[in-house]
């Protein structure tokens, strides 16, 4: 401002034809150019520090100043802001887009067009054994020769899915997908299908087995009614025989439809209903049922080490112990011992044993007991009403209870068959100081 009002002043000066004038003159144009040159030194040295050779704590911000120069810095360094944080936001979104595909439990490979390996996430990794420092740029038709992928990926077909063993892990089954990307480069995702396989595998044999279960009833049920339609005066002592077995093969059928349903209800329910079960009372329960399946066959015994009670489903919990029970009874030959017992483990769980001296299981039987229909002899199970779905609903039980079956068996000597229970479930029994031989009721 100074340098202009000299100019002015030595023009007009000049003007007047004062020497004097002409060096104010010349030295206010001295002074303007000098002031413009340091205003044009100031941002040439900012932007060169935009160049990210000044750390950023070190650089100075443009000065503010008045008049053009002012609007001239402003300008530039709101321009560069905006910049900087739109190309910030754009790096950001990209390490955020990749951060996601590497998180992804689906495998991802990023092709060129010429089938170069671009990028690949940790499940293609695994799924197809690649690994992204020494096989990227490298070209996927030399790393994986499989002659039945390597035809798809030329059909390139997107609609088209491939099912086909890892090459990691031949075990388990993947289905690939492509996807067509820009500029020619293609996705390549792999998914995981082991599990729904064998989901759909237990599917198909549950509904066969089913089947086969109810139609071998059936099948008798009908042979006895074709028969007595044939008949033109049916012998009533044969009659009475055959309705009878006609009952046996009904009884059959509703136990069948009945662990369906107890099992179908575990499964779909989350509601477990919790209650305190009294174990004193439970295990009477027990014991009182195991004596009539018996019928006086066997000796059975009842061990109660500990009192308390017990958190969960009644329903559930009877019928998983009442299955223990049953089993017991209907595999010890008569006159063996069955002996039921609860007590603390090591670990503080809670533990209701059943103990048999019937005739074991071998040891390669006991891991598939308690799959449903798992029989060790088919004919012996339903001979005695079994369905083969019993230790199914007792696992599925324990399950929701956090707890576990433990299975010990001897052949010819014996089982034992028990549920622990983790000791959170358990409360026991406080004994009453005013009353020592009382035991009190369990709170919860
Ligand atoms: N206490 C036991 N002694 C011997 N074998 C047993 C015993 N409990 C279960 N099993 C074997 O386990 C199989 C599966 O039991 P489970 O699921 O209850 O079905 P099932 O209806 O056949 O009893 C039985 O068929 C039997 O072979
Ligand atoms: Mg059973």
């Known amino acids: 401002m100074l340098a202009a009002l000299a100019f002015f002043a030595g ?26 040159q340091r205003q044009l030194q100031r941002l040439l040295t ?3 520090e935009q160049g990210g050779h000044v750390p950023d704590d070190k650089r100075v911000p443009l000065p ?16 560069y802001q905006k910049n900087m944080s739109l190309s910030q936001h754009a790096v950001e979104e990209r390490q955020e887009m990749f951060q996601v595909a590497g998180a992804l439990p689906e495998g991802v490979v990023i092709l060129d067009p010429d089938r170069r390996i671009v990028w690949l996430n940790p499940s293609a990794q695994r799924h197809f ?29 997107a609609q088209e899915t491939l099912a086909m063993a890892s090459p990691a ?13 820009p500029n020619g480069r293609r996705m390549l995702l792999s998914h995981d299908i082991t599990e729904l396989i064998r989901v759909d595998e237990m599917r198909r044999d549950f509904i066969a087995n089913v089947s086969h279960e109810l139609r071998t009833p059936i099948t008798v049920i009908v042979g006895f009614l074709e028969a007595f339609a ?30 369906l349903l107890i099992l179908a209800r575990l499964e779909a329910d989350p509601d477990l209903g919790e209650t305190e079960i009294d174990i004193a009372s439970l295990s009477q329960q027990l014991r009182g049922d195991a004596l009539s399946l018996s019928r006086g066959r066997h000796l059975i015994t009842l061990d109660l080490d500990t009192e308390g009670a017990l958190r969960g489903s009644h329903a559930e919990i009877y019928s998983a112990c009442m299955n223990l029970v049953s089993n017991a009874v209907r595999y010890t030959p008569v006159s063996g011992e069955i002996a039921l017992s609860w007590d603390i483990t090591a670990s503080g ?9 019937g005739e074991g299981i071998e040891a390669q039987h006991l891991p598939r007991l308690t799959e449903r229909f798992y029989r060790v002899d088919k004919g012996r199970s339903r001979g005695s009403g079994g369905t083969g779905l019993g230790l199914a609903i007792v696992k599925r039980v324990l399950l929701r209870h ?43």
């Open 230 to 259: 044939d008949m033109e005066s049916p012998d009533p002592q044969q009659f009475k025989a055959q309705i009878g077995l006609m009952q046996e093969q009904s009884d059959r059928i509703r136990g069948l439809i009945d662990d």
């Open 11 to 36: 023009i007009a000066a000049a003007l007047a034809g004062a020497r004097a004038g002409w060096v104010v003159f010349c030295l206010g144009l001295l002074a303007i150019i000098v002031f413009h």
């Open 349 to 357: 769980g809670l533990r209701f044993s059943v103990r048999d001296t």
């Open 64 to 79: 503010t100043t008045n008049g053009h120069w002012g609007e001239v810095f402003y300008l530039v360094q709101r321009d």
């Open 129 to 157: 054994g690649l690994s992204p420092e020494r096989d990227r740029g490298q070209y996927f038709n030399y790393l994986l020769r499989e002659k039945r992928l390597l035809e798809w990926l030329g059909r390139g077909a």
């Open 46 to 48: 900012w932007l060169d």
């Open 169 to 181: 892990a031949p075990d388990r089954t993947l289905s690939l997908q492509l996807a067509a990307l």
């Open 402 to 444: 956090q707890a576990r079956l433990q299975v010990e068996s001897a052949v010819g000597r014996g089982s034992r068959f028990s549920a622990i229970f983790p000791a959170e479930r358990f409360t026991p029994a406080t004994i009453d100081p005013a009353a020592p031989l009382a035991a009190s009721p369990a709170v919860a």
